[in-house]
Structures are given as structure tokens and as C-alpha cells.
């Protein structure tokens, strides 16, 4: 791990003027950025300890929503009871990721931020436009088979590994900022992320020393909330692909639908492509289908991601049929 | 202040093996192998933790790891290394309540924390319930993983007596009876390479129904 100064915040403002000089980085539950240091692919000359900031409170906001404060830990969000009661989607996504050590001391604001865990970003012997731009991408002619399928670019095909972002891209979640100027303002969760293009290395629409307050869920949308993850092994690993899906069925026919891919892309994959399908269509395996062929159109795969193509598709018709209730 | 014991320089067997070398030597404290790499001293802070019960102040690079502060500085080697990288669980310790992995954690950022190690959880010689149990059902095989999964299972019981769910339940908004299924689930974070889950599951249902009477 290289040197670096430290620092604990205790305000936001200075917080955020701290961060903001170069090569300074906040650091909250540091479960990413940690690892990430001792392999030097990450190497803060000072880091900002915002931990004992006054972000870790969930509240209710006067349109019926929450407000997850950036320091929430990913287990109070995921173990809070207007959580769980009304955002179903979020806690089952949250309890989806990692395991409770991580959960416990990784923030709402961290998962959002973390990196990716493309195998070429971390082995730090082989070119990787993200962590050393210009140096190429060996995950396009390599063992890409956790890589994108949408929205990537041939300078990175990177997926975004979070489980809790997708949950809350579907339910239309706003991140809260602040900057080191003191101005505040709101940016929806789907446009936090940059697309890959020429500069995969910047990888949010945050500026310098911005710094995420926290996240706010609208009111919950009406139907059924459901999250499904497909991976490896049955606990405790990165999504191949997974769906967080909010579906409203009146009768016999879908009144609103949400739909979000993991795994797929740079970001958390909303498809307006598939709610566009659904939205008047009977609720049945054929309508899924057709929503899956609908928002899996432009992908494309790299070789050993092929299979996410189809498996995304057939993760949607699962996921919208339980939420339909014809499981 | 009297009783903050400060170790860094009690001189331990660990310390006296690491420091003999003559590139360590100029060091105050016992700093591990990834950090006698950097010979120019760095920023140093003092970090208050309070471990088992007992207050302990130490001055750190603040590079060091929960980990290597409890491992290297303080000898307590009860949590173990495994990846170093939060994948293994075998470094799980209990700050302030939580399981954390310790390996993640820089020290500096828990000045003021109260932590609980595997040396923690006996009273006075008379193990604790989950280390008996583990014990009983042949919970281990090498045993390098048991620290971290006596501890986790510890902290997993807490976790269900506050009514956490997990991904294995199948209504979130419930508080679910610990199935082994649910009991996998919330352990997944530690892993065992002598594959001893079964009798890890044993253990850990037969302390969570004793609870409950």
C-alpha cells in the first residue's frame, strides 16, 4: 500500500474541500478501496475519513418516500422495516451482494462509487483502459465471461458489479451531492454513471470532491417488487445477471413495469425498451419474452459473455412471471 | 490514562521474531512485512480501541489494517489471515456489535471502538456457548478458519434476535425461523477449505434453539 496523509472529517464542507485537492479520495466503509490500495491499483495520496459524518439516518421524506443517508450501512438499509415493508426490491438486491462482514461496513454511497471486477482491472500485469488509460483492454479477446453485453465500448466492456444500484435505478432513485463550493444538487441514479466511450476511467458525472449525502426513493411505485440474481455459486458472489423488476398487473393485463439488468452493463441496465413491451400487454410468458428479445436487442457479446444474452432474457420471463404471480 | 496499557513496546515473542531483522530494527513498533517495504516514517496516529473489554492506545501508520494492529501490535492472533482481501472471513471480528471483515479495515478509522476477538468471548476460562458447541459437533478440521466463524456465528445470532432478514428469506418484511438454509446463507462470508459446514450448521442451530428457551 502506498503512503498517504489522513484525515477525519468532521463536517461536510471541509470534507468535501479536503477531497477535492489532488489525488485525495474519500474513504467511508472502504471495503473497495482498501483492497483496491493494497493492490496499488489504487493509491490516494491522502484519504478522507467521512465516517463520522452525520449521513447514517433513514427518513421519511414528505412525498411518502425515504431518504438512505450516504453512510447508511448496506445492512441497516437492507434490515430496516420501512425498507423491507415498502421497497421489498431494495432489501431482498442489498442482501443479494456480498456477505454481512462486507454488508455491515459498506455504505450506501460506497456502493454506488465501487469499482469494477472485471479480472483485467485487477491484474495489474495486463492493459486496462480503466486503471491505466491508453494501456488497451485485454477483456475484449479475454476471459470476459462476467463482462457487458450493452452501452460498452471497444476501450472498456466492464460491468458494474452492484447489486443495490440496480434495485434502486428501477425504483427511480435520486443521488443527493454535495460540492466543495457548498452547492447541492440532485442527479437521478441512471445518470450518475458515464458511459465507457474513449475515458473509461471516469466513471461518474461526479466532479471533484463531490460527495454523495445520500439517496432518495420516491414513493413505491404500485405492483409487485421482485429481485433475482443469477450467479456462480448460491451465495456470495458477483451477478452474471440479475433483474430487479417492478410489475403492476390490473386483471389480466400489465398496467406499469419497471425493469432493470445487473451484470449487463457500465451501470445498472434500465430498459425502456422492455417496459415500453409490457405496458398494455397480458401478463404471460409470451409477453415476457417478447420485453426480453426487446431490451436484449442491441447487445452484444464478446465471446465467453455470449451466454448472458439469452440467460438475461430468460432471468426476465422468471422474474416478471413470480412477480405476475404465475410461479 | 493509567490503565490504557500501551504495547507497542512490550517487547512479545511475535515482536522480538520480527524485529530482529536489521532493517526493522530502527522501528518503534512491530510494523508487518507490507509495511517495512517504506523506509521513510510515515504519518503516525494514535488509535484508542477498547479490545475484550480492555482499553489499549498505540501509535500507527495509518496504513495498518485492523488485522495486522490486532495480529502484529497487540498480539492477538486469534483472528486469522487468510486473503487478506474480505473473501475468506477467516479475520471476522465484532466492532461495536459487527461482524467486520478486519482485513478491510484501516485502525485508524476505528479510534474509539469497542472490539471483540475470538480471545474476547471466553469467561474466565469457561468457553463460550458457540465455541463449546463448535467444539462438541467437531465444528473444524485445521482450524484456521474457527476464529472467524465462531465469531461471525456469534454476531449471526444477534443479528436474527434483531429480527434481520436475509437473502434466503422469503419475505423480507419477516423475521425467519434460522433454517440451516438460512443459517448458510448468513455465513457465507466464511469460508472453510476442510469443508466442515455441516457440522459448522450443527453448531450454530443447536446454540440459536438454546437461545430460544
Redesign the interface.
Known amino acids: 500500500m502506498n503512503p498517504f496523509s489522513y484525515e477525519r472529517a468532521s463536517d461536510i464542507a471541509s470534507a468535501c474541500a479536503s477531497a477535492a485537492r489532488p489525488a485525495a479520495k474519500f474513504i467511508a466503509g472502504g471495503t473497495n478501496l482498501v483492497d483496491l490500495m493494497k493492490l496499488q491499483i489504487e493509491a490516494p495520496g491522502q484519504l478522507v475519513d467521512i465516517t463520522r459524518l452525520p449521513l447514517d439516518r433513514i427518513e421519511e421524506t414528505a412525498e411518502g418516500g425515504l431518504r438512505i443517508g450516504a453512510l447508511v450501512s448496506n445492512s441497516a438499509a437492507a434490515a430496516d422495516m420501512r425498507v423491507r415493508r415498502r421497497y421489498p426490491l431494495l432489501a431482498q438486491a442489498i442482501l443479494a451482494g456480498a456477505s454481512t462482514q462486507l454488508r455491515n461496513k459498506a455504505t450506501t454511497g460506497g456502493n454506488l462509487l465501487q469499482r469494477t471486477r472485471c479480472p483485467y482491472f485487477y491484474d495489474t500485469t495486463k492493459p486496462c483502459n480503466k486503471r491505466a488509460p491508453g494501456s488497451g483492454c485485454a477483456a475484449l479477446e479475454g476471459l470476459n465471461r462476467m463482462n457487458a453485453v450493452l452501452g460498452v465500448s471497444d476501450n472498456c466492456i466492464a460491468a458494474h458489479p452492484s447489486d443495490m444500484a440496480v434495485a434502486m435505478t428501477a425504483l427511480d432513485a435520486v443521488v443527493e451531492t454535495v460540492a466543495p463550493d457548498g452547492s447541492a444538487r440532485v442527479i437521478p441514479i441512471d445518470e450518475l454513471y458515464r458511459p465507457p466511450g474513449n475515458t473509461p476511467h471516469i466513471e461518474t458525472v461526479l466532479e471533484s470532491g463531490e460527495l454523495i449525502v445520500s439517496v432518495l426513493l420516491p414513493p413505491p411505485p404500485a405492483g409487485r417488487q421482485v429481485y433475482r440474481k443469477v450467479r456462480d455459486r448460491a451465495s456470495f458472489a458477483f451477478a452474471l445477471v440479475s433483474v430487479a423488476a417492478v410489475l403492476d398487473v390490473d386483471g389480466e393485463r400489465v398496467r406499469a413495469a419497471r425493469v432493470a439488468f445487473g451484470g449487463l452493463s457500465y451501470k445498472p441496465w434500465r430498459s425502456a425498451e422492455a417496459e415500453d413491451a409490457l405496458v398494455g400487454a397480458p401478463a404471460t410468458r409470451a409477453s415476457f419474452d417478447s420485453a426480453g428479445a426487446a431490451a436484449l436487442k442491441e447487445a452484444r457479446g464478446y465471446g465467453h459473455n455470449d451466454f448472458k444474452i439469452p440467460l438475461a432474457r430468460r432471468t426476465l420471463r422468471a422474474t416478471l412471471t413470480q412477480a405476475a404471480g404465475l410461479a | 490514562m493509567n490503565d490504557l496499557l500501551k504495547l507497542e513496546s512490550k517487547a512479545t515473542r511475535r515482536g522480538f521474531l520480527k524485529t530482529t531483522g536489521a532493517a526493522t530494527l530502527v522501528l518503534a513498533s512491530s510494523p508487518s512485512l507490507?509495511?517495512t517495504a517504506?523506509t521513510?516514517p510515515?504519518?503516525s496516529?494514535q488509535v484508542r480501541l477498547t479490545i475484550n473489554g480492555r482499553p489499549y492506545a498505540l501509535n500507527l501508520?495509518?496504513?495498518t489494517?485492523l488485522l495486522d494492529a490486532l495480529r502484529e501490535h497487540l498480539g492477538f492472533t486469534g483472528s486469522k489471515k487468510g486473503c487478506?482481501?474480505?473473501q475468506c472471513?477467516a479475520c471476522?471480528i465484532i466492532v461495536n456489535g459487527?461482524?467486520?471483515?478486519s482485513c478491510?479495515?484501516?485502525a485508524?478509522?476505528h479510534?474509539g471502538d469497542e472490539i471483540t476477538t475470538i480471545e474476547g468471548l471466553a469467561d474466565e476460562g469457561v468457553l463460550h456457548p458457540m465455541q463449546a458447541a463448535f467444539v462438541r459437533h467437531d465444528g473444524f478440521q485445521c482450524g484456521y478458519c474457527t476464529p472467524g466463524q465462531i465469531c461471525?456465528a456469534v454476531?449471526?445470532l444477534s443479528?436474527h434476535r434483531?429480527?434481520?432478514?436475509?437473502?434466503a428469506?422469503a419475505?423480507?418484511?419477516t423475521v425467519p425461523v434460522l433454517t440451516d438454509a438460512e443459517i448458510?446463507?448468513?455465513m457465507?462470508?466464511?469460508i472453510c477449505r476442510c469443508s466442515a459446514y455441516p457440522n459448522i450448521v450443527a453448531a450454530i442451530r443447536e446454540v440459536a434453539k438454546e437461545g430460544r428457551q
Open positions: 507490507a509495511e517504506e521513510v510515515q504519518q496516529e501508520d495509518p496504513r489494517t487478506d482481501q474480505g472471513g471476522t459487527q461482524r467486520i471483515n478491510l479495515a484501516l485508524v478509522m479510534d461471525s454476531a449471526l443479528e434483531a429480527g434481520w432478514s436475509s437473502y428469506t419475505d423480507v418484511a448458510a446463507e448468513r457465507s462470508g466464511n
